[in-house]
Nanobody, 120 residues
Framework: QVQVVESGGGLVQPGGSLRLSCTVS????????MGWYRQAPGKERELVAF???????KYLDSVKGRFTISRDNAKNTAYLQMNRLKPEDTAVYYCNAQTQMGPLDYDDSWGQGTQVTVSS
């Protein structure tokens, strides 16, 4: 019942910027929290940024000061603004949404990912 779709990935040079978008659709009562994760080839998936209800955020240490997570509740959309990108940021970026469909119906949903490649 819940769909999570990421967009905005692509190829960018080191030092460049990208903005990822994550849109959640379905019969959603509320979105409790959303996060961005990434997975590079041969590596495990890691949390990049998370935004809680009320707007509190957390970031992976290596992206602090460069990445900003935000959300537009009216559009059920979260964003990840990525500045001063580095080659080590190259990965598939996944959006996670913790949703409530009703009083007793909770879901933890993932998108299919969007590729971010940072290379000269």
């Amino acid at each position: 019942q819940v769909q999570v779709v990421e967009s905005g990935g692509g190829l960018v040079q080191p030092g460049g910027s990208l903005r990822l978008s994550c849109t959640v659709s379905g019969s959603i009562f509320s979105i409790n929290a959303m996060g961005w994760y990434r997975q590079a080839p041969g590596k495990e998936r890691e949390l990049v940024a998370f935004i809680f209800s009320g707007g509190a955020t957390k970031y992976l240490d290596s992206v602090k000061g460069r990445f900003t997570i935000s959300r537009d509740n009216a559009k059920n959309t979260a964003y990840l603004q990525m500045n001063r990108l580095k080659p080590e940021d190259t990965a598939v970026y996944y959006c996670n949404a913790q949703t409530q469909m009703g009083p007793l119906d909770y879901d933890d949903s993932w998108g299919q990912g969007t590729q971010v490649t940072v290379s000269s």
